[in-house]
């Protein structure tokens, strides 16, 4: 069986700084004619930072949509044909005011395939240098060191909900343990 759809239409409702919105019409396998509601999101970038003491810098920022202080690796969005690489090292930056060594690329990760076509792609460092934090205008967050094993266990005790650092936290346990990052 061919596993595709074929768009036969798209009608977008929405344009908006960070996200578009569109329902198609789309053609299944069988003939069978069917709406997709999609969200277009450029993509973002997100980065394991590790100390030498293999603690993890997690930052906790307000995140709106779930009206809570969620604690989160740093992570960005991906400025307009920007390279992830280098976003990732900006975010960082940004966010946790340090510059990184020994940078691994983890893949990417499809944070919700039901209906968006965004891709996070995942880092992971060792820190390298320390100085202040470059806070994007109405950005506020704290940034938080956890020792990795306890990361780890906050993840499968469901403390981390936060999709991109889980797997963040569970690769870099296996790197940190195979002695490879």
């Known amino acids: 069986m061919k596993l595709t759809e074929k768009t036969l239409e798209q009608n977008y409702i929405y344009h908006g700084k960070i996200l578009d919105f569109h329902v198609d019409r789309a053609e299944l396998v069988s003939g069978r004619i069917v709406s997709r509601e999609c969200v277009d999101h450029r993509g973002g970038v997100s980065i394991a930072v ?36 280098e976003a990732v090292k900006r975010e960082q930056r940004e ?6 060594k020994n940078y691994q690329d983890l893949g990417r990760m499809y944070p919700s395939p039901g209906y968006t076509n965004e891709i996070i792609y995942l880092y992971a460092c060792r820190v390298n240098s320390t100085g202040e934090l470059d806070l994007d205008e109405g950005e506020f967050l704290e940034v938080e060191k956890i020792p990795l094993s306890k990361a780890r266990q906050m993840v499968l005790n469901g403390e981390i909900p936060d999709a991109k650092t889980q797997v963040l936290v569970l690769k870099v346990c296996e790197l940190v343990k195979n002695k490879k990052i």
């Open 95 to 100: 966010e946790t005011g340090t510059t990184g």
């Open 50 to 85: 590790l100390t030498e003491q293999n603690e993890m810098l997690f930052v906790r920022q307000y995140r709106y949509p779930y009206h809570e202080a969620v604690l989160e690796a740093p992570a960005g969005k991906l400025e307009q044909g920007e390279d992830p690489f």
